[in-house]
């Protein structure tokens, strides 16, 4: 599996941005997508995911600003982020797993896939 993201970029705080990861190699609606970002000198921290069923969950710190969403025909999963903040800045990484139960999405070990990462940068 290989995992290509991009969109990241510079943004006042409010903005939005789109992030995108492109998966290939395997078949991508077997698979759960989940976002993580890591921000300077911290863990990386769970964003949101999305299973292979289509049922989605969020960080509470981005619930009702970010939305997680795939396009099975292009096997690209998106994080759309909106009312972005300046705690929002970090970089950002694509992962997928297959076999993951939802009592695990929200963990960096359930995935054995990840994509190279794209940064995100919001101004205050």
């Known amino acids: 599996v290989q995992l290509q993201a991009s969109g990241g970029g510079l943004v006042q705080a409010g903005g939005s941005l789109r992030l995108s990861c492109i998966f290939s190699?395997?078949?991508?609606?077997?698979?759960?997508m989940g976002w993580f970002r890591q921000a300077p000198g911290k863990e990386r921290d769970f964003v949101a995911a999305i299973k292979w069923s289509g049922s989605t969950i969020y960080a509470d710190s981005v619930k009702g600003r970010f939305t997680i969403s795939r396009d099975i025909a292009k096997n690209t999963v998106y994080l759309q982020m909106n009312s972005l903040k300046p705690e929002d800045t970090a970089l950002y990484y694509c992962?997928?797993?297959?076999?993951?139960?939802?009592?695990?999405?929200?963990?960096?070990?359930?995935?054995?896939?990840w994509g190279q990462g794209t940064q995100v940068t919001v101004s205050s």
């Open positions: 190699g395997s078949t991508f609606s077997r698979y759960t």
């Open positions: 992962a997928a797993g297959s076999g993951i139960i939802t009592s695990t999405m929200r963990s960096v070990q359930a995935y054995d896939n």
